[in-house]
């Protein structure tokens, strides 16, 4: 959305970062993507689009889950 910012990673804790649940509804539902690879889910966040303006809402997402994810794993060093 134009008017929000970038989603904090409180937001995405609290499943108000405004992400969709699914970024192309094929991600976890289809049972050969069910773990994508980093660099296929960053192609596919970046084209979501945002559900609703960042801190607003509730909005259960695995999306932001799995962004959460990626940043443990580039924080502990352990991509």
């Known amino acids: 959305?134009?008017?929000?910012?970038?989603?904090?990673?409180?937001?995405?804790?609290r499943h108000s970062g405004g992400?969709?649940?699914?970024?192309d509804r094929t991600v976890w539902s289809d049972p050969d993507s069910l773990y994508p690879s980093r660099d296929d889910l960053i192609e596919r966040v970046s084209a979501a689009h945002?559900?609703?303006?960042?801190?607003?809402?509730?909005?259960?997402?695995n999306l932001g889950y799995a962004l959460l994810g990626e940043v443990v794993s580039a924080v502990s060093g352990s991509e």
Request: aromatic share 10%; net charge negative; hydrophobic share 25%.
């Open 50 to 61: 945002m559900s609703y303006p960042a801190g607003t809402e509730f909005n259960y997402s």
């Open 1 to 13: 959305m134009p008017d929000s910012g970038p989603p904090t990673l409180r937001d995405l804790l």
């Open 19 to 23: 992400l969709p649940c699914e970024p």
